[in-house]
């Protein structure tokens, strides 16, 4: 069987992915032991994955080398497997390949049995998968946020962010965002219950945030870079920076260090970084939290889909210009 994937070719400079990955067609092999092969029904995009095609040796896992097969989130049933407790039907979630058909160790890949029970299956990329699980772990776990705390979250309207503006407020905290534009600073205030969204694209930032009456208790920060500055201004004593992502740094590997660190000190802040991979073991738990606020229609995520596999990139780069509002996914028809 013929199994299209996009290989990463080269270090993408910027948002120029096309140059660096290409679509190319190879023969699909046979699982070894403890393999499975899924076929990718839907691809998850996800902004982390940016690093991964750097070269940098200091990131949270090595870079990708060359040649090899883009990896990411992928959804589809099981067609074959060597892997004992997966069977081929099953339906799983598992760090495959951008391609047709992802071949994985179902234990190194973190291969999950889904319960296909819910009413849209993407719920399992979005609030009850990894960005679901990042949100409620980064808030409760690293932001320690509590009943009556602000939380500021950057990157407001993305699939991370705005499920974290969403489990803010289920905790009993009070939601602002920062959000590129006025129409999705709009959408986060008209529809997501956030007090106050700030477009980061126009005007002071530092300023800006000063109209967060008694400052911020919780940062979750996806972006880093000059934003946190602003934000680190504008903190309230004892706050917490929940330091999730740095997209504004991925790309161009820039080392921010804030300029105002010395707001550490005299606002006595704790700033603390958590990674997925770090609590994966507690999926299960934090799936079915998120699963009953989905179910009580709490908690929800608009998708951007791309369909088929050919415009994989077109997706993609949506996460680094702004493009989307939610999730942002590909979908392979077959
Ligand atoms: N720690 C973890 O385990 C973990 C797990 C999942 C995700 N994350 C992090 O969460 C963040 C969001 O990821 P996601 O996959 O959910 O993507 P996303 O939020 O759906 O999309 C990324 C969003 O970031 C904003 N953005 C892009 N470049 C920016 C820049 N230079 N400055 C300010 N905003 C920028 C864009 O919105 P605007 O229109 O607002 O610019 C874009 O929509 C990333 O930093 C990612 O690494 C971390």
Redesign the pocket.
């Known amino acids: 069987m013929t199994n299209r994937y996009w290989r990463l070719d080269a270090r993408p400079q910027g948002n120029d992915f096309a140059k660096a990955l290409s679509l190319v067609e190879a023969e699909l092999g046979e699982p070894q032991n403890g393999e499975i092969v899924i076929d990718n029904r839907m691809l998850s995009?996800?902004?982390?994955t940016r690093m991964w095609m750097t070269d940098r040796t200091d990131g949270y896992q090595p870079p990708l080398e060359l040649g090899v097969p883009m990896s990411g989130l992928v959804i589809g049933p099981v067609i074959a497997s060597r892997a004992d407790g997966f069977a081929a039907g099953d339906w799983v979630r598992a760090f495959g390949t951008w391609s047709d058909y992802s071949i994985v160790d179902a234990t190194l890949s973190g291969a999950m049995m889904l319960d296909t029970s819910v009413s849209d299956m993407r719920d399992h990329f979005g609030p009850l998968g990894?960005?679901g699980w990042?949100a409620l772990w980064?808030l409760e776990k690293t932001g320690a946020t509590k009943a009556g705390d602000k939380v500021l979250v950057?990157?407001?309207?993305?699939?991370?962010?705005l499920l974290a503006c969403q489990i803010a407020q289920l905790l009993g905290g009070e939601a602002y965002g920062?959000?590129?534009?006025e129409t999705?600073c709009a959408i986060l205030e008209r529809d997501y219950g956030v007090t106050k969204a700030f477009d980061?694209r126009a005007g002071d930032m530092t300023e800006k945030l000063a109209a967060i009456d008694g400052g911020i208790d919780v940062y979750f920060d996806?972006?880093g870079?000059e934003?946190l500055e602003a934000v680190l201004a504008n903190m309230a004593l004892y706050g917490r920076v929940a330091v999730?992502?740095?997209?504004?740094e991925?790309a161009n590997g820039r080392r921010g260090c804030p300029a105002n660190f010395d707001q550490v000190l005299m606002k006595r802040l704790r700033i603390e970084?958590?990674?997925?991979p770090d609590f994966m073991q507690h999926g299960d738990e934090l799936t079915a939290r998120l699963r009953q606020w989905v179910d009580a229609g709490e908690l929800s995520l608009p998708y951007d889909v791309t369909l088929g596999l050919a415009n994989t990139l077109t997706a993609y780069e949506?996460?680094?210009?702004?493009?989307?509002i939610?999730?942002?996914i590909v979908e392979l028809s077959k």
């Open positions: 995009m996800d902004a982390g990894m960005n990042t980064g950057s990157a407001a309207a993305g699939a991370t962010g920062i959000a590129g534009g999705k980061y996806n972006i870079g934003i999730c992502g740095l997209i504004a991925y970084g958590f990674f997925s949506k996460l680094f210009t702004g493009g989307n939610g999730k942002v």
